[in-house]
Nanobody
Framework: QRQLVESGGGLVQSGGSLRLSCVGS????????SGWFRQAPGKEREKVSF????????RYTDSVKGRFTISRDNARNTVYLQMNSLKPEDTAVYYC?????????????????????WGKGTLVTVSS
């Protein structure tokens, strides 16, 4: 059974930190780029960050740049999201997913988006 399972969410005060983990199973984890997405109450799901399967390419949405760091350990089939300097507006359910990355003919990264496998999410609540 192919699945992704997130953990590490919780309640934290503004300015605090959390580390989310996502473990994949049932597929060759290192063959897939992995990403984090989030959905706040009453809002659409948005992209947060992704990391390529093997070469370490990363991208972040502007609102988390400099505060969040994505990493992965392919030996453990795990992708992480270290979240520092958390703000109340970071409150959301965080999902991990495999990611499709599109490149131009010249090798420029054009866009990325969630693909085949999704976890069920972990709730992050940041109090002010």
């Amino acid at each position: 059974q192919r699945q992704l399972v997130e953990s590490g969410g919780g309640l934290v005060q503004s300015g605090g930190s959390l580390r989310l983990s996502c473990v994949g199973s049932g597929f060759t984890f290192e063959n897939y780029a992995s990403g984090w997405f989030r959905q706040a109450p009453g809002k659409e799901r948005e992209k947060v960050s992704f990391i390529s399967g093997s070469d370490g390419t990363t991208r972040y949405t502007d609102s988390v740049k400099g505060r969040f760091t994505i990493s992965r350990d392919n030996a453990r089939n795990t992708v992480y999201l270290q979240m520092n300097s958390l703000k109340p507006e970071d409150t959301a359910v965080y999902y991990c997913a495999t990611v499709t990355v599109e490149y131009s003919d010249f090798g420029e990264l054009l866009r990325w988006y969630g693909a085949d496998y999704w976890g069920k999410g972990t709730l992050v609540t940041v109090s002010s």
